[in-house]
């Protein structure tokens, strides 16, 4: 199992400049969800889908960013413009809904750390 | 909104027992989660709990309260290896949502 894969690890740009993540979530997972996390908020969902349709962007924090995600092997994050006070992690997560049951978890990729200066 | 609260951060020594706690205030509840994060790496989970009581998983044990909206992880025989940060998770959705809102985390350091 390849686990969830995001890409890339590390990113560094310029205010202004367009930020595009990318992540492959855990084939067969019917959930992917991506979160963001800095040492003053924790770990904070930005948005999640459920079979390839956005269920909840209320954690999108402004216009300037958005996710897609068009196929169940593929989503992306993109931020245009970017700001400094986007610099954080973020992480892209799978789950897989097996029957009704809600034991499972999210398997987390390894994070994309974008730095805004 | 959510309220999740856990202690900032425990020291315990190799060997021993450490206890992390977790109350929340939550506007629903789904189950909750704990999760451990090494510092640089991505959060993996641990446990989970929907109904009242103790989950035992080799070294690893969460209580849940319901009525108290308090749970806690309990760590035995620790390792150094165990030094990480543990996130308390609840999933505060309906029945057919999935949004997990997380603690800021408890930085667990062993000492030898």
């Known amino acids: 199992d390849a686990g969830v894969i995001q890409s890339p690890r590390h990113e560094v740009t310029e205010m202004g400049q367009e930020v595009t993540l990318r992540c492959k979530p855990i084939s067969g997972h019917d959930y992917l969800f991506w979160y963001r996390q800095t040492m003053m908020r924790g770990l904070e969902l930005l948005i999640y889908f459920n079979n390839n349709v956005p269920i909840d962007d209320s954690g999108m924090p402004e216009d300037r960013f958005s996710a897609k995600m068009p196929n169940a092997s593929f989503s992306t994050l993109k931020i245009q413009p970017s700001e400094p006070r986007d610099s954080a992690v973020y992480f892209c997560?799978?789950?897989?809904?097996?029957?009704?049951?809600?034991?499972?978890?999210?398997?987390f990729g390894n994070g994309t750390r974008l730095t805004v200066t | 909104g959510q309220n999740i609260d856990q202690p900032t951060e425990m020291t315990a020594t190799e060997g021993a027992i450490v206890q992390i706690n977790c109350t929340y205030q939550t506007s629903g509840f789904n189950g909750l989660f704990w999760y451990q994060q090494h510092a640089g790496e991505a959060p993996t989970f641990l446990s989970y709990n929907v109904l009242d009581g103790l989950e035992e998983k080799g070294r690893f044990s969460s209580f849940l309260s319901r009525s108290k909206g308090y749970s806690y992880l309990l760590l035995k025989e620790l390792q150094m290896k165990d030094s990480a940060s543990y996130l308390c998770?609840?999933?505060?959705?309906?029945?057919?949502?999935?949004?997990?809102?997380f603690g800021a985390g408890t930085t667990v350091t062993v000492r030898a």
């Open positions: 998770a609840v999933r505060d959705s309906g029945w057919d949502d999935y949004k997990l809102s």
């Open positions: 997560a799978s789950r897989a809904t097996k029957g009704r049951n809600y034991n499972s978890p999210l398997h």
